[in-house]
């Protein structure tokens, strides 16, 4: 599955079957790996705005 931000970054959205679960991630961009975490009862929809910030960083 695929959609876009509100400043048009693709996001990728993956899972990640560990065992008894599956955890879901959402990825944007290249590079380096920014890693955002949540708490509960928030989901990935809480770095909406963040996502497009960092997918478009240059690096060196």
């Given amino acids: 599955m ?3 931000t509100p400043r048009g970054v693709e996001l990728a959205h993956r899972y990640a079957d560990l065992g008894d679960v599956r955890l879901h991630y959402v990825e944007a961009g290249e590079g380096p790996v920014v890693l955002l975490l ?3 009862p928030q989901f ?6 963040q996502i497009p910030a960092f997918s478009s960083f240059q690096c060196g």
């Fill in 38 to 40: 949540h708490g509960f």
């Fill in 44 to 49: 990935w929809y809480q770095w909406r705005h």
């Fill in 2 to 4: 695929t959609n876009e």
